[in-house]
């Protein structure tokens, strides 16, 4: 067995599974497990985790100095470009003797290449999807994880505060994501994703991506942004408007942020996750706007932005001391604009903490 206690806990999750041997490509689960970080490329990597032995890795040559940084040891067998990948994954996959073997895989990472690699190299095994070993490892945040994302919610917040200081109308949709993005880059260590920044009729898609339009008084601006700090995110969504906003859309938008509020009060361990939904969902809907709630309430956050758990009607998941999710309500009015607040939540024995600590009010620039 490793010494590593996250490759213990994977062992003895795997064992639990009936998995043989778990491999991954590059990736959070990858960086969780070893602290290494690599790029998807047309040069594939893989790390092994057999059940009961230390783990194996082949990569490229190039890559293999960042091995003297990994948490634990990791056998590598390098390829060079000229010699290609194949006799590295034969070595790996013999030594390894995962030949018949039971292989846990990442359904919604890895790609045909690898897994032909496998195929091959692994005769007679069985490549099975097993997402969710690692997500019972990484769904609960342990201490330093939560300070790591604390750090990336003080490092938006700034960001965020000091773009609001310089916006003025007339900038367009796109200039503004620009500031947004320089001041994230400035204080922290990335971007988990391109910021958001859509105002009028555009903020009534909720995944707009920024345009030259011009940004008017009196309509709505949706601005979702992130940062990373210590390889771990935030995730905070803000409407703003210069000047106020029309009669509807105020009362829109303080539709929207009791559904924020009664979706972050719902927030207890032992509470499914979709019994968060179903509180952000009844105010919105009793408000008579259900129709224009176009998606979950929320998603897990932490080395992605995108993860479990998710807070959805059919989840449920019971909630855990240390889960870390958004919720994050939202109306979308076609033609029109769109509402949206988005706060990040940790799960605590009391019943929950807000990370986020922007104001909530409508911030007339």
Wanted: with cysteine; hydrophobic share 45%; glycine share 10%.
């Amino acid at each position: 067995m490793d010494d590593s206690p996250r490759i213990a806990r994977l062992q003895q999750e795997m064992e639990h599974k009936g998995l043989d041997c778990l491999a991954l490509v590059p990736g959070a689960n990858l960086l969780y497990l070893t602290g290494l970080s690599f790029h998807l490329s047309e040069r594939p990597i893989v790390a092994f985790f057999p059940v009961d032995a230390p783990p194996a890795i082949v990569l490229p040559a190039l890559e293999e100095p960042k091995l003297a940084r990994a948490a634990g040891e990791l056998r590598a067998y390098s390829y060079t470009d000229e010699e290609g990948p194949a006799t590295a994954f034969q070595q790996a996959c013999a030594a390894l003797e995962l030949a018949e073997a039971r292989i846990g895989v990442e359904g919604l990472r890895m790609r045909v290449m690898e897994a032909r690699l496998l195929e091959r190299y692994a005769p007679n095994s069985h490549l099975i999807p097993a997402d969710e070993v690692m997500e019972t490892l990484r769904i609960c945040k342990d201490a330093g994880e939560v300070t790591a994302m604390r750090r990336a919610v003080a490092v938006v917040e700034a960001a965020l505060r000091s773009v609001l200081a310089q916006m003025r109308p007339g900038m367009t949709e796109r200039e503004v994501a620009g500031l947004l993005m320089g001041e994230i880059l400035r204080g922290g260590e990335g971007l988990p994703f391109e910021p958001i920044v859509v105002a009028g009729p555009n903020a009534a898609s909720p995944h707009a991506v920024p345009s030259d339009r011009p940004i008017r008084p009196g309509e709505p601006i949706v601005i979702d942004c992130g940062a990373v700090m210590g390889g771990y995110v935030s995730d905070i969504t803000r409407t703003v408007a210069f000047g106020g906003l029309p009669e509807e859309m105020m009362r829109v938008y303080e539709v929207v942020r009791r559904a924020n509020e009664a979706g972050r009060a719902t927030v207890r361990p032992g509470r499914a996750a979709q019994a968060v939904d179903r509180a952000a969902r009844a105010v919105i809907r009793e408000a008579g706007y259900g129709d224009y709630f176009i998606h979950r309430t929320g998603h897990g956050l932490g080395l992605e932005v995108h993860e479990p758990p998710y807070i959805v009607e059919g989840n449920r998941l019971p909630l855990q001391v240390g889960m870390t999710f958004t919720v994050e309500p939202g109306v979308y009015l076609p033609g029109v604009g769109g509402v949206r607040i988005e706060d990040d939540v940790l799960v605590t024995p009391e019943g929950a903490e807000t990370l986020t600590l922007f104001p909530r009010d409508l911030i007339v620039v």
